[in-house]
């Protein structure tokens, strides 16, 4: 595919082949990949392999992959001033010293599944290098000059990682009744800096934007007549703390935003 700007263009063409094969009949188990060619960086390989056994009502299932994104072309040349929702200005520089991220995901899961109801428990962990994230640098005397209160640019973080898990069921209460709902754990850091000299040199500090715990519930029914039917759904959802990098002078620091229903 072609993709292209006015501040710039880059070539990426992009290539999968997967396989299946099944050892036994209760054993699955997929492998594949994905072919890069970019013009900047140059080809990349990065594998997938998965497998499914099945044992009775339950699936038990495991996965690696690895990941490979290289900057976009607004993570790379972007320069403007905006500002949201009538918070305060902020300008958006690009950044051409981008490297590509990578990453190693880890992931094991099982299902249960019987009449009516399935339960799913999954854990991950996922290692990243380069990390391409907006991060919040010190604003220069020129911008303040023209009241701009924030300067943002994207930049590879010098570690991240995250895990954790989530679990999700359904039950079928009644044949016109459900519930069903989920609640998901992430820790979610990186290492903002790789100099020594840093005060947050090798800390591990919660990624922008994350939050730990998030949790949504639902309850379904439905009536049908002749000629009509009637479905309705309740549905919540919670989020805990979301942690922001606030500071302007490029160190990090962080607002924590209140848990919501």
């Not at 039917?229 to 935003?257: A, E, M, N």
């Amino acid at each position: 595919e072609m993709l292209r700007s006015l501040v710039g263009s880059e070539m990426c063409i992009r290539d999968s082949v997967q396989d299946e094969w099944n050892p036994t009949d209760r054993l699955n188990v997929t492998v594949g990949g994905r072919f890069v060619v970019h013009q900047e960086f140059g080809a990349t390989f990065t594998p997938k392999v998965s497998a499914m056994y099945k044992l009775g009502d339950f699936n038990i299932r495991a996965t690696y992959s690895n990941g490979f994104k290289a900057p976009t072309l607004k993570e790379l040349h972007d320069d403007y001033i905006t500002q949201i929702g009538g918070g305060p200005w902020k300008h958006y520089y690009g950044n051409k010293d981008l490297k590509p991220q990578k990453s190693n995901y880890y992931s094991a899961s099982v299902e249960y599944h019987a009449s009516n109801l399935q339960i799913t428990v999954t854990g991950f962990y996922n290692r990243i290098k380069n990390m391409i994230a907006l991060t919040e640098i010190p604003t220069s005397a020129e911008d303040r000059l023209d009241e701009i209160e924030a300067s943002m640019q994207h930049k590879n973080l010098s570690k991240a990682r995250s895990f954790g898990g989530d679990i999700s069921l359904t039950y079928q209460i009644l044949s016109s009744l459900a519930i069903g709902g989920g609640y998901s754990y992430t820790d979610a850091k990186a290492q903002y800096t790789d100099d020594p000299a840093d005060p947050n040199y090798m800390l591990y500090t919660p990624i922008n934007g994350t939050s730990f715990h998030n949790a949504n519930w639902k309850l379904a029914w439905n009536h049908a007549w002749k000629k009509y039917k009637l479905d309705v759904t309740l549905f919540g959802r919670y989020q805990s703390t979301r942690f922001y990098i606030t500071d302007g002078d490029g160190t990090v620091s962080y607002t924590h935003l209140r848990a919501h229903e």
